[in-house]
T-cell receptor, first 114, second 112 residues
Framework: DAGITQSPRYKITETGRQVTLMCHQT?????MFWYRQDLGHGLRLIYY???????DKGEVPDGYVVSRSKTENFPLTLESATRSQTSVYFC?????????????FGDGTRLSIL | ELKVEQNPLFLSMQEGKNYTIYCNYS?????LYWYRQDPGKSLESLFV?????AVKQEGRLMASLDTKARLSTLHITAAVHDLSATYFC????????????FGAGTQVVVTP
C-alpha cells in the first residue's frame, strides 16, 4: 500500500548501543523529516531532507545521524544511545511543489533506552 | 525564530458545548496546519490554511486564520466524546524546505 511506513514500531535497547530507525515512503515526496515527541515538548524536528543526498539539522540533532541515498528512504541512526533519547519518533514527508498539502506522518517508533 | 504557542494546553469539554483552541505564532508564516493525534497514534491532518481570512470546516470542527494577528483558531461546535484527542497547530517556517514549527498541543477530553 502507498504511504509512509516506519520500522520497527517498538524498540528496547541499552545505553551505548547503536540503533537505526527506518522510514520508507512511496509517494516520491521530496521532503522528509524526523521528529521526536516528548511530553511537554510537542514535536521537535531532529533532521530533515530536501531531496536525496541533501540533509540538514533541525532543532535537536545532537546524537543523531541521517542519510538519504534514495528518495524513498530516510533512516535515522542513534550512534550511541542515551536514556535521554527515549522517546516516540515520527517520520514525515511532504511534496516540495505542493506546499498546500500537509506533511504526512508515519505511525511512529516507540524507543526505550535502558 | 518562529515560535508557536497554543492555549489552552488542556481543555475539559462538556458534551454539547462549544469551545475554541488558540494558536499564536511569532513571525510571518505562509501556511498554518492543524493536526489531530489520538493516544498512541500518529498525527492526522485536519486542515491546511493558506491565506489570511481562510476558513475551513469539517463536521464539528472549524479552523480560521488571521495572518495580521498571527492567530489561528480551532472552534469545536457541540463537542462529542469522539473529539477527545490532542490537537496540534503548526506553522510553516520562513526558511522553508517545508519545515513546520509545532505548538505544544492541546489535550482535549470530552465528558458527558
Amino acid at each position: 500500500d502507498a504511504g509512509i511506513t516506519q520500522s520497527p514500531r517498538y524498540k528496547i535497547t541499552e545505553t551505548g548501543r547503536q540503533v537505526t530507525l527506518m522510514c520508507h515512503q512511496t509517494w516520491s515526496h521530496s521532503y522528509m523529516f524526523w521528529y521526536r515527541q516528548d511530553l511537554g515538548h510537542g514535536l521537535r524536528l531532529i533532521y530533515y531532507s530536501a531531496a536525496a543526498d541533501i540533509t540538514d539539522k533541525g532543532e535537536v540533532p545532537d546524537g543523531y545521524v541521517v542519510s538519504r541515498s534514495k528518495t524513498e528512504n530516510f533512516p535515522l541512526t542513534l550512534e550511541s544511545a542515551t536514556r535521554s533519547q527515549t522517546s516516540v519518533y515520527f517520520c514525515a514527508s511532504s511534496e516540495k511543489y505542493r506546499a498546500y498539502q500537509p506533511q504526512h506522518f508515519g505511525d511512529g517508533t516507540r524507543l526505550s533506552i535502558l | 525564530e518562529l515560535k508557536v504557542e497554543q492555549n489552552p494546553l488542556f481543555l475539559s469539554m462538556q458534551e454539547g458545548k462549544n469551545y475554541t483552541i488558540y494558536c499564536n505564532y511569532s513571525t510571518t508564516s505562509d501556511r498554518l496546519y492543524w493536526y489531530r493525534q489520538d493516544p498512541g497514534k500518529s498525527l492526522e491532518s485536519l486542515f491546511v490554511l493558506l491565506s489570511n481570512g481562510a476558513v475551513k470546516q469539517e463536521g464539528r470542527l472549524m479552523a480560521s486564520l488571521d495572518t495580521k494577528a498571527r492567530l489561528s483558531t480551532l472552534h469545536i461546535t457541540a463537542a462529542v466524546h469522539d473529539l477527545s484527542a490532542t490537537y496540534f497547530c503548526a506553522a510553516l517556517r520562513a526558511d522553508s524546505w517545508g519545515k513546520l514549527q509545532f505548538g505544544a498541543g492541546t489535550q482535549v477530553v470530552v465528558t458527558p
